[in-house]
């Protein structure tokens, strides 16, 4: 069975950081391409970075430059490193395959 499961979520003040983990069981995630989105209050979910099994990295735009999407495969776990927080990257970030969804980790950024 496909699980996923994040961690790493909290509350940080804007202009902070936070590393979000996702641990995957089930699949070998190397294998897969990865995602993480994300979903504020009242809105619809957004993509935000990928990582192909080739390595390839991609950002949505508004999070090029601060935040790094990797993994590490021994762990067969998933990272969001973000950098720079602002009020608006409020939201619950959920990991997923391109068919499965975790539960999420809430991030709250405020001062």
Request: hydrophobic letters at 30%; proline letters at 2%.
């Amino acid at each position: 069975e496909v699980q996923l499961e994040e961690s790493g979520g909290g509350l940080v003040q804007p202009g902070g950081s936070l590393r979000l983990s996702c641990t995957a069981s089930g699949f070998t995630l190397s294998r897969a391409a990865m995602h993480w989105v994300r979903q504020a209050p009242g809105k619809g979910i957004e993509w935000v970075s990928s990582i192909s099994a080739r390595g390839t990295r991609t950002y949505t735009d508004a999070v090029e430059g601060r935040f790094t999407i990797s993994r590490d495969n021994a762990k067969n776990t998933l990272y969001l490193e973000m950098n720079n927080l602002n009020f608006d990257e409020t939201a619950v970030y959920y990991c997923q395959t391109d068919h499965q969804r975790g539960r999420g980790t809430r991030v709250t950024v405020s001062s």
